[in-house]
């Protein structure tokens, strides 16, 4: 397995489409590994292809504590949303540093298939439903920004050029103490 880079916001791939999976084969088993990988040393509880700069419909997620039930998700569907919309505070591997309100359905019903090839169905709540939504996103080229108002989208866009403004000063400072 191999961590993989992850792609900052405003990358083009973030914005792009991906495609779906056709050949379920052991490049698509390796990529899926090397994101449960790349995911869990972030840390982060989910993970899509494009994030990693492969235009696939691949999610990998895992909302445990201890890293023990990872989800794989190929050519992921929301088919139903249900309930109000619950606020949630939102972050992102893409997005480092970064967390925002936003507003989703409290329960989606998604259709994917697995590994295998194999489909399947799953009913989601709470932590679970955001992620789903958010990684299906991710997908469709759009990032958790991209919900909030122009006002709110551009501020944290702010906000997100300063962290990454304080994360290299960081850096240089560690340079300059270990010449």
């Known amino acids: 397995m191999a961590k993989l880079p992850i ?3 405003p990358h083009p791939k973030l914005a792009a489409k991906a495609e779906p999976v056709a050949d379920f084969n052991d490049a698509i088993k390796t ?7 790349t995911m869990y040393a972030a840390p982060g509880v989910g993970l899509a292809a494009n994030q990693v700069g492969i235009l696939k419909r691949i999610v990998v997620i ?6 023990s039930d990872l989800l794989v998700f190929i050519n992921p569907e929301i088919i139903e ?3 109000d919309l619950v606020d949630h505070e939102e972050g992102c591997l893409s997005l480092k540093g970064l967390y925002e309100h ?3 359905p409290g329960q989606v019903r998604v259709h994917a298939q697995n590994i295998k090839g194999e489909t399947f169905e799953l009913e989601c709540t709470g932590l679970l439903a955001v992620c789903i939504q958010h990684e299906v996103d991710h997908l469709n ?3 958790f920004i991209d919900h ?10 702010t906000k997100l050029r300063k962290l990454r403004r304080e994360d290299r000063e960081r850096e240089k400072d560690k340079e300059k103490e270990h010449v």
């Open 7 to 9: 792609l900052q916001y």
């Open 31 to 37: 990529l899926v590994n090397d994101m449960a990988e």
């Open 62 to 67: 895992d909302i445990t504590d201890d890293n």
């Open 81 to 83: 949303t249900k309930g």
């Open 102 to 104: 936003v507003k989703r």
């Open 141 to 143: 080229g759009i990032v």
């Open 148 to 157: 909030l108002s122009q006002l709110k989208k551009q501020r944290a866009c």
